[in-house]
């Protein structure tokens, strides 16, 4: 019993390493990706759901994965929204969530920002063409249909568009509210990129599931639903209003201010004349002001994120569709 005692605490540390090494990598967190294919599924097209149902009903996700957000919806959209981050340490396919555009850059073709491993809106624009290639694998092409559902959601988080050397903000530690940061293995435990992919969200969900979210973003966006519509699709534009947002919303407001840093490549929290423990020594705070300033901001980034990948699935769906 003493050596199994012992043992059980060797793997609860093992698994607590993992947890924290992976965690501050998503984006919307379970239930923010989850609200944005809600508000896309409300838009699909007939055509369109019968794309979407066919391809993730008949492909289902292998159920032996490892899910981190569990199995807590039957909604297959839903469910297929977090399937990515589930498999990007396996696959090795993390750089497809993001792209890294400097906080001092100036707007320019996003493909000197994409990395020699790709990048969020290469790995939209290949997933996409899967999808659309009739002649492709099923289990391929639903593979493309879950990237795309969570990719388009990413691609509206503001720091999965901007970086300071930071990892897209997963090296600068803030206090939130009263949580204080705290370091494991170099990385730091609340961090910039953390409360906006979850705490703040979630936070402004006041306990709302995605399903009774969705429908609070619907009411509060529906004037503007036509009007993002009609502008169509443009992954370079969505891409600089998160990169601005970036900086408007999520610097700008923090006590004291963060200086911008000459771009270097990063690869850890100790990289770039160790990244973390500058930015820890700012002893940032982010509580109840920037979260008032920070909420509808991801509001309205999850409502459009959800607008416009049913735009993207109904253009996809249509291309498939025989004319007449």
């Known amino acids: 019993m003493h050596f199994l005692s012992h043992l059980t605490l060797r793997i609860l540390a093992t698994l607590c390493c993992a947890f924290f090494a992976v965690a501050p990598i998503w984006a919307w967190g379970c239930k923010g990706h989850q609200t944005v294919a809600l508000i896309a599924e409300q838009q699909l097209t007939p055509q369109a759901r019968q794309l979407v149902d066919q391809l993730l009903s008949q492909n289902p996700i292998d159920p032996q994965l490892n899910r981190y957000c569990g199995n807590t919806t039957r909604d297959l959209m839903a469910d297929a929204s977090t399937w990515p981050d589930d498999v990007r340490g396996s696959l090795q396919n993390g750089p497809w969530h993001y792209i ?19 990048c969020i809106t290469q790995a939209i624009a290949d997933q996409l063409a899967i999808l659309k290639d009739p002649t492709a694998d ?16 990413d691609l509206h988080m503001p720091l999965h568009a901007s970086t300071n050397n930071d990892q897209g903000g997963n090296c600068t530690p803030v206090r939130y509210f009263r949580r204080r940061p705290q370091e494991h293995n170099n990385s730091f435990t609340p961090n910039l990129h953390a409360i906006w992919d979850t705490d ?9 599931d995605p399903a009774e979210f969705a429908h609070l973003l619907s009411e509060i966006f529906s004037r503007d639903y036509p009007k993002w519509q009609a502008a ?86 249509a291309s498939l569709t025989p004319s007449k």
Request: aromatic fraction near 6%.
């Open 100 to 118: 890294d555009i400097p906080r001092a850059a100036k707007h320019a073709p996003l493909a000197e920002f994409c990395g020699p491993k790709s």
């Open 138 to 153: 099923s289990h391929l092409r639903a593979d493309a249909l879950r990237y795309l559902i969570h990719f388009v959601g």
């Open 200 to 208: 703040i969200p979630e936070r402004d969900m006041e306990g709302a």
């Open 232 to 317: 169509g699709i443009h992954l370079d534009t969505w891409t600089w209003e998160s990169h601005d947002l970036a900086e408007s919303f999520v610097f700008a407001p923090l006590v004291p201010k963060v200086p911008v840093e000459a771009p270097l490549p990063v690869h850890s929290c100790t990289d770039a004349n160790n990244i973390g423990e500058r930015m820890l020594h700012l002893q940032l705070a982010a509580g109840a002001e920037y979260q008032a300033t920070a909420a509808p901001i991801v509001r309205q980034r999850i409502a459009q994120a959800g607008v416009r990948l049913a735009l993207i699935l109904n253009n996809a769906a």
